[in-house]
């Protein structure tokens, strides 16, 4: 993906665009996969762009339980909340596989001192937008492993990923471990279960590729 195609730089002409990268707040960096690009703990001022590749948010507890609160794919950003607010992070940010990272330092491009640019309003316009979505994303989070049993979180996340694609029939962005550390199941309880519901021909898989058998209306 191109600079120019970022959606946190849409509707930026290419003149803008290279008043900002000559303030050298730009660098881009290349993570293999697996490869931890922030820790958790890290301080941070700058946030993460995905050019290719994807990222995974992720949380290790103390005892070494993982849970993925989301996925980074291209265009999308990633920690401009702690380098928003300086605060610590409580999380991990792993490349899913090679990924290349352009990282933009919020201290130079929200400086006063550059308040007059005519680019300057309209990223604080984008990253508002991204941030508020990202909280979305979040949220669909918890709203998916808030259910107690291993059926209603796959349900859940499920019919929602169905709603977004606007299909019954989709693909998720998660491996089926993946899957189960973002929605905090066992591998092997999720995968019974998930064997369980195409069995009673609730849905058909293969893979990362889903088929629910319901409209989008909710009705079998």
Not at 77 to 89: G, K, N, T
Not at 129 to 148: E, Y
Request: include cysteine; hydrophobic fraction near 45%.
């Amino acid at each position: 993906m191109k600079i120019f195609q970022i959606p946190l730089f849409e509707a930026m002409s290419e003149a803008e665009l290279a008043d900002m990268q000559a303030l050298h707040c730009m660098r881009t960096k290349v993570f293999e996969k697996n490869a931890v690009i922030l820790h958790s703990g890290d301080r941070v001022r700058n946030l993460g762009i995905v050019l290719n590749g994807s990222v995974l948010i992720e949380n290790v507890n103390v005892w070494g339980d993982k849970s993925i609160l989301s996925r980074v794919g291209p265009g999308q950003v990633f920690a401009e909340s702690y380098a928003l607010c300086e605060e610590p992070l409580l999380v991990d940010a792993v490349a899913a596989e090679r990924a290349e990272i352009l990282f933009l330092h919020l201290d130079i491009v929200l400086s006063p001192e550059y308040s007059g640019r005519p680019w300057h309003a309209r990223l604080m316009q984008r990253l508002t937008l991204m941030t508020a979505r990202k909280n979305l994303v979040l949220s669909r989070r918890i709203f998916c492993t808030s259910p107690r049993s291993v059926r209603e979180r796959l349900l859940t996340y499920l019919s929602g990923q169905a709603l977004q694609c606007g299909s019954a029939e989709f693909d998720i962005p998660f491996n089926r471990q993946q899957m189960a550390d973002y929605l905090n199941l066992d591998r092997s309880a999720l995968s019974k279960e998930l064997g369980r519901m195409r069995d009673e021909g609730l849905l058909s898989f293969r893979k990362n590729h889903f088929r629910l058998f319901i409209d989008l209306t909710g009705h079998s």
